[in-house]
């Protein structure tokens, strides 16, 4: 494995950067800066860097199937995203009974469903839950409880759905069928030392890679849930991980500047060779 590589952006920080995503139809990586709030792309054939201000704090963006853009997920709840010109349509709130509360990070499924955390804004208590997004815009909440609900990822045969709880270092596993989720286990708990798992992702072998918020680095874990591997990265506070390129076999990190301003590279976008390939991502079926 090839030394993590700082994605040149002009002195260019997130704050906290998040929502990985790899377009394969314009050959780019998106991710948000939640804080800044603002959304970026980089470009894999020139390496340029797009950032677009954005109105709320804003956790991810998935493609669309069917329909030009994207679903984002803002503070206030799930909406539509279309670029240049920026045009935003909400669609609905999933918690309008919990203002202090904003989306998080999000995946869809083989079903076209998007699968969504929720947590409170100071992370300060157990008030997050996992919705559910299906294409004909109707959402259901499935889990609840959750301090950061965090990284869902979803395995190769879409049997299992992974979802986090960074706080308290949980990530649990649910069976996953065309009905929804049912079934939640406790399939890893991180040990002390580690950090706490934040976004995940899933590679060709089923095994899952999880960023590490404070421990610097991210971890490939076997489909049995033991640890395989870890690639250690410049900075401490480690917010995503994604496969990207044509073949899959890029991987893309996120990390979050703010309470580590004196950490040279924390805010910094990497890039790193994982040494396996990874997943096209599925996308929204509405």
């Known amino acids: 494995m090839t030394k993590p590589r700082v994605i040149p952006r002009g002195g260019q920080r997130d704050r906290l950067g998040e929502g990985l995503f790899w377009s394969a139809r314009e050959g780019a990586l998106y991710w948000t800066d939640i804080l800044a709030p603002a ?10 860097v797009t950032r677009w201000p954005m109105p709320d704090m804003i956790g991810w963006v998935i493609e669309r199937a069917h329909a030009p853009g994207f679903i984002a997920g803002f503070r206030g709840g799930f909406a539509e995203l279309t670029l ?29 469903r998007i699968w969504a955390g929720t947590m409170p804004i100071g992370a300060d208590r157990p008030s997050g839950s ?19 609900a965090n990284g869902p990822a979803i395995s190769p045969d879409g049997a299992w759905l992974y ?8 990530v649990y596993r649910f ?13 890893i708990q991180f040990e002390s030392g580690w950090g706490r798992p934040d976004g995940m992702t ?14 610097g680095r991210v971890s490939r874990f076997t489909p049995n849930g033991a640890l395989d591997r870890s690639i250690a990265l410049p900075a401490s506070q480690i917010t995503n991980v994604c496969f990207a390129g044509e073949a899959y076999d890029r991987m893309f990190v996120t990390s979050a500047a703010d309470g580590a301003e004196a950490e040279p590279h924390a805010g910094a976008l990497f890039e790193l060779d994982p ?11 509405g």
């Open 275 to 285: 040494g396996i390939r990874g997943l096209p991502p599925h996308l929204f079926g």
């Open 84 to 112: 240049d010109p920026l045009v935003i349509t909400p669609i609905t709130g999933p918690e309008p009974d919990l203002p202090g509360n904003r989306l998080n990070d999000a995946k869809a499924d083989r079903h076209g």
């Open 39 to 48: 959304l970026n792309r980089l470009s894999l054939e020139d390496g340029a």
């Open 202 to 215: 899933i590679d060709v072998d089923g095994g899952l890679w999880i960023a590490h918020w404070g421990g």
């Open 130 to 148: 996992l919705h559910r997004l299906d294409p004909d815009r109707t959402t259901g909440r499935v889990d609840t409880g959750y301090t950061v």
């Open 163 to 170: 979802h986090t709880d960074t706080v308290p270092g949980r």
């Open 175 to 187: 069976a996953l069928d065309e009905a929804g989720v049912r079934d939640r286990e406790l399939f």
